[in-house]
């Protein structure tokens, strides 16, 4: 089978193209234009365009250390969330304090964020997994006064609201990604938001010391974002997703990553694609409705986050969790035989990340809820070039390997 629907991805037509460079060869300023579409996303006051959403992260914690007291050195995240949140942290020169999940909703374990001895702590991180929003006013209370900022990393869930928050925004700063596969895709970069004055001269005063991006490099930058999008389209995607030297869809964790920032081109791109978020996030909930409410009528597996009761998430990926790891592997290899790329998402917890051990004030604690999601859980694609008859063909995997389960 030729046809093969990619794991996670931003559809970019011809015509995106075609006004990416009609933008970026016009007299105005991009990065200012996409800064303030953005502002008018968010509600945020203040926004800051990066390279990648690690050199966001990155930044920020060097401008809050900046005004923190020198004790405080650890900043908390998930045991399990994307590899660059702590490749970020340790090049800030901080330290990890890691905390267990639930894996019903990949948010923090409540009874160990109960527990907390919060005096060494700089900052918390709410991460947003696959658009499952975290519950921040939980950790705005355990938070209370002490001088810990709160950052809400909605690297998953750009455009995404909780009540009447905006995710991203819920916090003393938030983060965004514009990698490939997020919500809205200009094939790398990422965006820190913030309502804090004088945080945001921190931030300023760094960001203003970043290399400007040559022309050459937006010029490699853009031929990669056609070749991207046009790879991306299932009558394609089985090329590059059988060229294992490429490496798609592998966790790469790496503190030596360059600090720069987004180049005029992406944010050309960036200007074009924020008209479509809403309508690209509401798709996106629409496949993942149909698909859950089907998967959980089987009873073989769990679909955290996901309440049929209530509205959808925002899932950048659907993730379900299996019973077993061989249910799981077993799953994605029928997703695959049907043209589907089913995959894991990160292959490991944190702690077991190789050579970070001496960066984790707590690496030798267990966390089950993370290990459960990693050895179970695989994710099924919900993005634009997913068909109605895509869809079918996932949910008649489930239901036969309910029926060979049953059987």
């Known amino acids: 089978?030729?046809?093969?629907?990619?794991?996670?991805?931003?559809?970019?037509?011809?015509?995106?193209?075609?006004?990416?460079?009609?933008?970026?060869?016009?007299?105005?300023?991009?990065?200012?234009?996409?800064?303030?579409?953005?502002?008018?996303?968010?509600?945020?006051?203040?926004?800051?365009?990066?390279?990648?959403?690690?050199?966001?992260?990155?930044?920020?914690?060097?401008?809050?250390?900046?005004?923190?007291?020198?004790?405080?050195?650890?900043?908390?995240?998930?045991?399990?969330?994307?590899?660059?949140?702590?490749?970020?942290?340790?090049?800030?020169?901080?330290?990890?304090?890691?905390?267990?999940?639930?894996?019903?909703?990949?948010?923090?374990?409540?009874?160990?964020?109960?527990?907390?001895?919060?005096?060494?702590?700089?900052?918390?991180?709410?991460?947003?997994?696959?658009?499952?929003?975290?519950?921040?006013?939980?950790?705005?209370?355990?938070?209370?006064?002490?001088?810990?900022?709160?950052?809400?990393?909605?690297?998953?869930?750009?455009?995404?609201?909780?009540?009447?928050?905006?995710?991203?925004?819920?916090?003393?700063?938030?983060?965004?990604?514009?990698?490939?596969?997020?919500?809205?895709s200009t094939y790398a970069g990422g965006v820190l938001v913030t309502d804090d004055e004088h945080l945001a001269k921190r931030v300023r005063a760094l960001v203003d010391k970043f290399p400007p991006v040559s022309r050459f490099s937006e010029l490699s930058t853009a031929m990669r974002i056609a070749l991207t999008g046009l790879l991306l389209k299932p009558a394609l995607y089985w090329f590059p997703a059988n060229l294992p030297f490429l490496k798609l869809g592998q966790t790469v964790f790496d503190t030596t990553f360059d600090m720069n920032k987004l180049s005029r081109v992406q944010a050309s791109l960036g200007t074009v694609m924020i008209d479509k978020l809403e309508e690209l996030n509401a798709g996106r909930q629409k496949v993942a409705a149909l698909i859950a409410r089907k998967t959980i009528a089987t009873g073989l597996f769990k679909v955290p986050g996901f309440d049929p009761e209530r509205d959808t998430p925002c899932y950048l990926r659907l993730p379900l969790l299996a019973r077993d790891r061989d249910h799981r592997d077993q799953t994605i290899v029928a997703m695959r035989k049907v043209g589907i790329m089913a995959s894991i998402m990160y292959p490991s917890t944190i702690g077991q990340i190789d050579g970070i051990k001496e960066y984790i004030n707590n690496g030798?604690?267990?966390?089950?809820?993370?290990?459960?999601?990693?050895?179970?859980?695989?994710?099924?694609?919900?993005h634009g070039y997913v068909t109605d008859a895509d869809v079918g063909r996932m949910i008649n995997v489930l239901r036969e390997l309910d029926n060979s389960h049953n059987g």
């Open 1 to 184: 089978m030729f046809r093969l629907v990619s794991p996670a991805g931003t559809p970019t037509r011809l015509t995106d193209l075609t006004r990416m460079v009609g933008s970026r060869l016009g007299s105005g300023d991009s990065s200012l234009q996409f800064e303030q579409k953005l502002k008018q996303v968010t509600g945020a006051e203040h926004c800051f365009l990066f390279g990648s959403g690690r050199t966001a992260l990155t930044t920020l914690l060097t401008s809050v250390v900046a005004d923190s007291d020198p004790i405080q050195d650890e900043v908390i995240i998930p045991a399990y969330t994307c590899f660059s949140v702590p490749a970020a942290i340790i090049r800030a020169g901080l330290k990890i304090r890691l905390v267990d999940i639930d894996p019903e909703n990949l948010d923090y374990d409540a009874s160990q964020l109960s527990q907390l001895n919060l005096e060494r702590v700089l900052a918390i991180v709410g991460c947003n997994l696959f658009g499952i929003l975290t519950n921040m006013e939980r950790l705005r209370k355990l938070i209370g006064n002490k001088p810990v900022t709160l950052i809400d990393d909605a690297a998953q869930s750009l455009g995404c609201r909780s009540d009447r928050e905006v995710s991203g925004c819920r916090g003393q700063a938030g983060l965004y990604s514009l990698g490939r596969g997020k919500n809205l």
């Open 364 to 382: 030798s604690e267990h966390f089950p809820g993370a290990q459960h999601v990693v050895d179970n859980m695989l994710t099924l694609p919900t």
